[in-house]
Each structure stands twice: as structure tokens, then as C-alpha cells.
């Protein structure tokens, strides 16, 4: 069974940065095409970047120029490096497939920005 398992997250000022990291366990090739999602407080689970092999990224316009998405093979981690934080990228991050079928969605990592 696929496992993700997801961390780094934490309380932010306005601006300051944090790297999640994601860890892919059991029978799945991390060359798959994989995401990072979000969700912020009574909305919907968002996708804000992508990976595949290539590596191939895509990044969410509201994240453009300051989320970037890498990969580290040798250790099924899947990583999102994120700067100029802002007040609205407060919520709980996943990774997963970004299309289906999803893998089973892990315990996610909070990410809260406030000064």
C-alpha cells in the first residue's frame, strides 16, 4: 500500500518561507507524476504545483514566482520550497497524484502565516 507522508510545515510571519517535504512509501514509482496540494480554512482542496519526469513542474498562477516544486529520487521525496509567504497560503498542505486515481491522502502538514 502507498503511504504519503507529509511535513515541515509550521506558524510563519508575512514573508518568511518553509520547505514541506513529502515522503512516498510503498509500491509507487516516484518518476509518477505527483502534487502538492492545499487547503485553506472552509475552502476547497487546491493544486498548487506539479512534478513529473523530467523533471516537468507546473506551478498555480496565485504561487508563481515564489513556490517551487523539486524532487529527490533517491529519496522518494517530493519537496515544495515556499518564500514570500502570505497570509493566504495558511491552510493544510498534501501531496498526491495530481490527477485520478489519488492515492490515499496523508495526515497533510499545517502551514499558518501570521504575524
Known amino acids: 500500500q502507498v503511504q504519503l507522508v507529509e511535513s515541515g510545515g509550521g506558524l510563519v510571519r508575512p514573508g518568511g518561507s518553509l520547505r514541506l517535504s513529502c515522503t512516498v512509501s510503498?509500491?509507487?514509482?516516484?518518476?509518477?507524476?505527483l502534487g502538492w496540494f492545499r487547503q485553506a480554512p472552509g475552502k476547497q482542496r487546491e493544486l498548487v504545483a506539479t512534478i513529473s519526469s523530467g523533471p516537468v513542474t507546473g506551478i498555480a498562477r496565485s504561487v508563481e514566482g515564489r513556490f517551487t516544486i523539486s524532487i529527490d529520487n533517491a529519496k522518494n521525496t517530493v519537496f515544495l520550497e515556499m518564500n514570500d509567504l502570505k497570509p493566504e497560503d495558511t491552510g493544510v498542505y498534501y501531496c498526491n497524484r495530481p490527477t485520478y486515481p489519488r492515492i490515499n491522502w496523508g495526515p497533510g502538514t499545517q502551514v499558518t502565516v501570521s504575524s
Open positions: 510503498g509500491s509507487f514509482s516516484i518518476s509518477e507524476p
